[in-house]
């Protein structure tokens, strides 16, 4: 489903380029892509927000509290994210909506970044490394758990054997 | 480093630059036609960078 934010303009934040170059991306090779993607803004009035991946378009933005698997990230709640080129997952621009002292929404141009850097493993259901190491991390796991119900289970069949003593 | 640390190293990050970013400037994109808008963008974007340069 879609909704639809109203916006009255744009405005690029102070630290844009500096967080920017943070990421590893020079804003200044992105000036046509944005200015692409502010014009899509203002032109509609508006900043159409996704939740289901068959509704991403150019131009539209996605809250960013999900990385992709469904796990909530509280830190990203109020932060939406939005491609910055047609047809390319990556790079990614951040945005907020902000209000101004007469209470005209806008948008707010964070800085610009990609899903690996803002997510960390988003794409680890594609490395084959990461999950074999992922799958044996929780297979351990589940071993160990067995092991330790195998040993409460003993436990718990010594303490039976002693109150049966203690009533005998 | 494993992959939750590399997360939690990413999110702190961006939670850093967004908590920065609320607390500094911003600056309108100016202009009615989609021409006046690029040189507006522009001219911040070229601020931006002398700014971070000399800084």
Same mark, same amino acid.
């Given at each position: 489903?879609?909704?639809?934010?109203?916006?009255?303009?744009?405005?690029?934040?102070?630290?844009?380029?500096?967080?920017?170059?943070?990421?590893?991306?020079?804003?200044?090779?992105?000036?046509?892509?944005?200015?692409?993607?502010?014009?899509?803004?203002?032109?509609?009035?508006?900043?159409?927000?996704?939740?289901?991946?068959?509704?991403?378009?150019?131009?539209?933005?996605?809250?960013?509290?999900?990385?992709?698997?469904?796990?909530?990230?509280?830190?990203?709640?109020?932060?939406?994210?939005?491609?910055?080129?047609?047809?390319?997952?990556?790079?990614?621009?951040?945005?907020?909506?902000?209000?101004?002292?007469?209470?005209?929404?806008?948008?707010?141009?964070?800085?610009?970044?990609?899903?690996?850097?803002?997510?960390?493993?988003?794409?680890?259901?594609?490395?084959?490394?990461?999950?074999?190491?992922?799958?044996?991390?929780?297979?351990?796991?589940?071993?160990?758990?067995?092991?330790?119900?195998?040993?409460?289970?003993?436990?718990?069949?010594?303490?039976?054997?002693?109150?049966?003593?203690?009533?005998? | 480093?494993?992959?939750?640390? &590399? /997360?939690?190293?990413?999110?702190?990050?961006?939670? =850093?630059?967004?908590?920065?970013?609320?607390?500094?400037?911003?600056?309108?994109?100016?202009? &009615? /036609?989609?021409?006046?808008?690029?040189?507006?963008? =522009?001219?911040?974007?070229?601020?931006?960078?002398?700014?971070?340069?000399?800084?």
């Amino acid at each position: 489903m879609l909704k639809s934010v109203p916006i009255s303009f744009v405005k690029i934040n102070q630290f844009f380029t500096e967080f920017s170059g943070e990421y590893g991306y020079d804003t200044a090779k992105y000036i046509d892509d944005l200015s692409d993607l502010i014009d899509k803004w203002i032109e509609a009035g508006c900043v159409e927000v996704y939740k289901r991946d068959d509704d991403k378009l150019f131009g539209r933005a996605k809250e960013s509290d999900s990385d992709g698997q469904g796990r909530l990230v509280v830190e990203y709640i109020g932060i939406y994210h939005t491609r910055l080129r047609p047809n390319f997952n990556d790079p990614l621009v951040v945005i907020k909506f902000n209000e101004d002292a007469a209470g005209k929404k806008y948008v707010s141009v964070r800085f610009i970044t990609d899903h690996n850097q803002l997510f960390g493993d988003f794409d680890i259901k594609h490395d084959a490394v990461g999950v074999r190491s992922l799958r044996r991390s929780v297979d351990a796991k589940i071993r160990h758990g067995d092991e330790k119900d195998v040993e409460d289970e003993k436990d718990a069949d010594v303490e039976d054997e002693k109150d049966v003593d203690v009533e005998k | 480093m494993r992959n939750d640390e &590399k /997360t939690n190293k990413n999110i702190i990050r961006a939670q =850093a630059f967004l908590s920065k970013g609320d607390s500094g400037k911003e600056f309108a994109i100016e202009g &009615k /036609t989609s021409v006046e808008r690029r040189a507006s963008l =522009a001219g911040i974007l070229n601020a931006q960078k002398r700014t971070h340069i000399v800084c």
